[in-house]
């Protein structure tokens, strides 16, 4: 059997990062409508607004692919008045190479940045290598190998004028069919988080988080516990708790090909009488 190409760095415990973080959306209205041409060119729009203040925030992001070059231009616009590029170009030089170029400028301040780099992944490993050319230099590098389900990967940022890492991390876990768990030590190695992630059954999902950080001053291990649960093939709900009585409700349904909403709600059991609990909806429109 052939080695598969592992996870990049920041997908080491995905599952369980995905279980807890995804489908909750607290605290905002969202909206989100993707419309694809028939020659492949996308765009995408998207909108929010914070519950609380009322701010709202959007961006317009259109993308073309060029297929035969393995090429890809993306562009997009913010409410924020912030102008973006990528350009990517994998596959054309060497199988399994994607060089990337990202640009950024604030037409109103003058703010800008130009971010450059590649990946490169092949069965057994997954490495990339970015540089932020206007600030520092600052060079970010990640590097992932995999062997028989089992993944070992670091991390770290350099910068130049400063001559020294001004931060780094590891990670390591183990990937099977119906379960995973990781482990990851990030901020220079002063914070820890270990996830698992099972596959209890084709209708329920299950994980458990805990995160401790030495640069706290409070000593305790923060510990979460959650579960997803399939209604059936066009909906789900998701349920979180952790041990300082926040809850976390989620409930996903597809209306139609194309049309999915979501419901969410972030409850303090310790608050209760208190204006301390957030809600939200999203909605997505694709066609």
């Given at each position: 059997?052939?080695?598969?190409?592992?996870?990049?760095?920041?997908?080491?415990?995905?599952?369980?990062?995905?279980?807890?973080?995804?489908?909750?959306?607290?605290?905002?209205?969202?909206?989100?409508?993707?419309?694809?041409?028939?020659?492949?060119?996308?765009?995408?729009?998207?909108?929010?607004?914070?519950?609380?203040?009322?701010?709202?925030?959007?961006?317009?992001?259109?993308?073309?692919?060029?297929?035969?070059?393995?090429?890809?231009?993306?562009?997009?616009?913010?409410?924020?008045?912030?102008?973006?590029?990528?350009?990517?170009?994998?596959?054309?030089?060497?199988?399994?190479?994607?060089?990337?170029?990202?640009?950024?400028?604030?037409?109103?301040?003058?703010?800008?940045?130009?971010?450059?780099?590649?990946?490169?992944?092949?069965p057994g490993l997954h490495t990339k290598l970015y540089v932020d050319?206007?600030?520092?230099?600052?060079?970010?590098?990640?590097?992932?190998?995999?062997?028989?389900?089992?993944?070992?990967?670091?991390?770290?940022?350099?910068?130049?004028?400063?001559?020294k890492l001004t931060r780094y991390g590891v990670a390591a876990g183990?990937?099977?069919?119906?379960?995973?768990?990781?482990?990851?030590?990030?901020?220079?190695?002063?914070?820890?988080?270990?996830?698992?992630?099972?596959?209890?059954?084709?209708?329920?999902?299950?994980?458990?988080?805990?995160?401790?950080?030495?640069?706290?001053?409070?000593?305790?291990?923060?510990?979460?516990?959650?579960?997803?649960?399939?209604?059936?093939?066009?909906?789900?709900?998701?349920?979180?708790?952790?041990?300082?009585?926040?809850?976390?409700?989620?409930?996903?349904?597809?209306?139609?090909?194309?049309?999915?909403?979501?419901?969410?709600?972030?409850?303090?059991?310790?608050?209760?009488?208190?204006?301390?609990?957030?809600?939200?909806?999203?909605?997505?429109?694709?066609?």
């Amino acid at each position: 059997m052939s080695t598969p190409i592992p996870a990049t760095y920041s997908d080491i415990g995905k599952s369980a990062s995905d279980l807890f973080g995804k489908d909750f959306p607290v605290g905002a209205f969202k909206l989100e409508a993707k419309n694809t041409a028939p020659n492949g060119v996308s765009f995408t729009l998207t909108g929010q607004k914070d519950t609380k203040n009322g701010a709202i925030n959007g961006e317009l992001k259109s993308k073309y692919y060029y297929p035969k070059r393995g090429g890809t231009f993306t562009g997009s616009w913010t409410t924020g008045n912030q102008l973006n590029g990528q350009v990517e170009l994998e596959n054309s030089l060497a199988k399994g190479l994607k060089l990337d170029l990202l640009t950024s400028i604030q037409p109103a301040t003058g703010n800008r940045n130009v971010r450059g780099g590649f990946t490169f992944k092949q069965p057994g490993l997954h490495t990339k290598l970015y540089v932020d050319a206007l600030k520092g230099p600052i060079f970010q590098g990640d590097i992932v190998v995999g062997h028989e389900g089992f993944l070992v990967g670091a991390e770290g940022f350099y910068d130049v004028l400063d001559g020294k890492l001004t931060r780094y991390g590891v990670a390591a876990g183990y990937t099977h069919p119906e379960y995973n768990v990781a482990l990851r030590v990030t901020n220079s190695m002063s914070a820890y988080t270990l996830l698992y992630y099972h596959r209890v059954s084709s209708e329920i999902e299950a994980g458990a988080k805990a995160h401790w950080d030495s640069h706290s001053n409070n000593a305790q291990v923060n510990l979460e516990f959650g579960a997803k649960y399939f209604l059936d093939r066009d909906a789900f709900v998701k349920g979180k708790v952790d041990n300082n009585g926040r809850v976390g409700i989620g409930y996903t349904q597809a209306l139609r090909p194309g049309v999915k909403i979501s419901f969410g709600g972030s409850i303090d059991t310790s608050r209760l009488n208190e204006n301390a609990h957030r809600f939200g909806i999203s909605i997505n429109l694709e066609s």
